[in-house]
Each structure stands twice: as C-alpha cells, then as structure tokens.
C-alpha cells in the first residue's frame, strides 16, 4: 500500500491543474445559483467559467500534441481533397 505524505497530498491538492478544475466548477455552481438573482453577477459567473474551461481545453489539448500537428499536417489536407473530388 502507497503512503503519501501530507506535504504530497497539499501539492497535489494545489496544483495548478486542480486549482482550475475546482475554480471552474466553483463558478459554474455560481452561475447555476445565481439564474434567478441579478444580472450583472451571473453573468461574471458565467464569464469566468468560460474562461476557466477555455483554459482547461487547453491544458488538455497540451497533451496531445503530437495528434494535433499530425491531424493538421495530413488530415486537413486529406479531408480538402477528398472534398473536393480530388
């Protein structure tokens, strides 16, 4: 059975991957909550939360980015063809 010290569970707890995904659920409850109350605030909700999930594709499209210059370098230009009768 793996131990994890305290210090390892804190670092994991905030790092700066976790900090968005709690943040952007945070705001989305926000947003949620708010439907009913004034404007102005459930809308920063919902712009914040936005924000946060553009920043979470992001992060998750970092990971593959190899599948993605493949894609660009030879699925586009594959799919134009085809496309076009070519």
Known sequence: MLRFS???KWKYLFSFYNVIVW??????VGFIA????????????GWIAM???W???IMYLRRYT???VAWLVIG???GAGLAYGL
């Open 6 to 8: 305290l210090a390892q």
């Open 23 to 28: 943040s952007l659920m945070a705001t989305t």
């Open 34 to 45: 708010t439907m009913e109350k004034d404007c102005v605030v459930h809308w920063r909700f």
């Open 51 to 53: 924000f946060l999930a």
């Open 55 to 57: 920043i979470n594709f």
């Open 66 to 68: 190899l599948h993605a």
């Open 76 to 78: 586009q230009p594959v």
